[in-house]
């Protein structure tokens, strides 16, 4: 953990939902079963380190969050994270999100800033007519690098990543998303440094397009 704390890593992520982490043995998944484990294995993290702490759960594990006047102080201290990030979000009037293209998905860390900040009640609420998203009125820019070329073409099926963020996005009431891609940088250098050319220049683009409507 203290070398982990020397990086300057934002946080520390403990995945109990590993169906690879040898649950055959008494690891991974088969720890995340045990509520009485996970609180131990986070407790001693928090021992030995100041970072924020994501604990990641198995789906059979439900009712995590009580409501703020109900938690003790372990309890308070283990989604004061999540909070923050809430408050983040909805305290922003554009949101950045940058990711590469792994396995055609987004990566674990978005994934977790995501289950994160996917939160009943203050993100979104659920009405008799349906959920209804509360991060309204934000301007998302979605960055994706990927080695092949999923924007178009025959690949363009296996890009699982926007469309699921645009679809999470869009149940948080973030609805405003553009996409710009920095993809087919396998290809070879020449093509790595055109689509970087050309991401660069949309963000330009991006950029003066947001400049005149702040003036406006």
Avoid at 98 to 108: K, M, Q
């Amino acid at each position: 953990l203290a070398k982990i704390e020397d990086t300057e890593a934002d946080g520390v992520e403990l995945n109990f939902g590993c169906p690879h982490g040898m649950a055959e043995r008494g690891m991974g998944s088969a720890v995340g079963q045990v509520p009485d484990y996970i609180e131990m294995v986070t407790r001693w993290v928090k021992q030995y380190s100041r970072m924020p702490c994501i604990v990641k759960l198995t789906p059979n594990i439900s009712d995590i969050r009580k409501p703020a006047e109900a938690r003790n102080a372990e309890e308070a201290a283990a989604v004061a994270y999540s909070d923050q990030l809430v408050d983040e979000l909805l305290a922003a009037d554009a949101v950045v999100i940058a990711t590469g293209l792994i396995n055609f998905n987004i990566y674990s860390t978005l994934k977790s800033w995501i289950d994160n900040v996917a939160r009943a009640g203050l993100t979104f609420r659920y009405t008799e007519s349906g959920p209804v998203g509360l991060a309204t009125g934000k301007k998302v820019y979605l960055v994706l690098a990927a080695g092949g070329v999923y924007s178009e073409g025959a690949a363009k099926s296996m890009d699982h990543a926007v469309p699921y963020l645009k679809s999470v996005l869009g149940f948080m009431g973030m609805t405003d998303v553009e996409v710009i891609y920095v993809e087919g940088l396998a290809f070879g250098p020449e093509a790595a440094e055109k689509a970087i050319s050309a991401a660069h220049s949309r963000v330009q683009e991006v950029a003066k397009t947001a400049q005149l409507v702040l003036a406006a």
